[in-house]
């Protein structure tokens, strides 16, 4: 059970969009459309964000939306914000094991 | 509003048991799929496992033989297990539920995507 792989960092000015990948294979986030996005600013628990790929949670802006193609899923915001720092995971069922895997987190910095 | 509190001990020696409880407020634990997931120091998360509103489980495979969760819907309480702990087990541990699907009529539940969390309780695995 291997964990999705995300890029270790990102970063954006205010205002301007980036895109957070997370990678896995056929038997996971190519498989189901059952991909989440959490945010975990540092020194709290995560929040949802997206799940089912690109429905957003109750009260989530629209500025975050998610993608998928083939078997990596993409979370993008637009229009950054300082409050956007922190930690992004991503998270999608995995048909072998039917359970979830989480990816490594990656780290949103707003410069 | 929903909310989960995590509790337990905040150290356990190792080759002992790591057991901490989850309240759930606000909604009954009769309903949803209800996970625990940890993060150690400085890394990301790790998914534990689930117990259904039917109380079935279903466990991490690298933890699968040390772990347990369980429910006492009189408490509105859900349970995690871990035996035999090493300091590998020092984490931050989450409970947190999972997400329905009220849109057509009747409510359907998941655990692959957790809209309520806990707000977290380190447990630190030390002599």
């Known amino acids: 059970q291997s964990a999705l792989t995300q890029p270790p960092s990102v970063s954006g000015s205010p205002g301007q969009s980036v895109t957070i990948s997370c990678t896995g294979t056929?038997?996971?986030?190519?498989?189901?459309?059952?991909v989440s996005w959490y945010q975990q600013p540092p020194g709290t628990a995560p929040k949802l964000l997206i799940m089912?790929?690109?429905h957003r949670s109750s009260g989530v802006p629209d500025r975050f939306s998610g993608s998928k193609s083939g078997n990596t899923a993409s979370l993008t915001i637009s229009g950054l914000h300082a409050d956007d720092e922190g930690d992004y995971y991503c998270s999608s069922y995995s048909v072998t094991s039917m359970d979830v895997i989480f990816g490594g987190g990656t780290k949103l910095t707003v410069l | 509003q929903v909310q989960l509190q995590e509790s337990g001990p905040g150290l356990v020696k190792p080759s002992e048991t790591l057991s901490l409880t989850c309240t759930v407020s606000?909604?009954?634990?009769?309903?949803?799929?209800w996970s625990w997931i940890r993060q150690s120091p400085g890394k990301g998360l790790e998914w534990i496992g689930y117990i259904s509103y039917s109380g079935s489980t279903s466990y991490n495979p690298s933890l699968k033989s040390r772990v347990t969760i369980s429910v006492d819907t009189s408490k509105n309480q859900f349970s995690l297990k871990l035996i035999s702990v090493t300091a590998a087990d020092t984490a931050v541990y989450y409970c947190a539920r999972g997400i329905s699907d009220c849109s057509g009529g009747g409510c359907y539940y998941y655990y692959y995507a957790l809209d309520v969390w806990g707000q977290g309780t380190t447990v630190t695995v030390s002599s």
């Open positions: 056929i038997t996971d986030v190519g498989s189901y459309n059952r």
């Open positions: 089912d790929v690109s």
């Open positions: 606000g909604v009954s634990i009769r309903n949803y799929y």
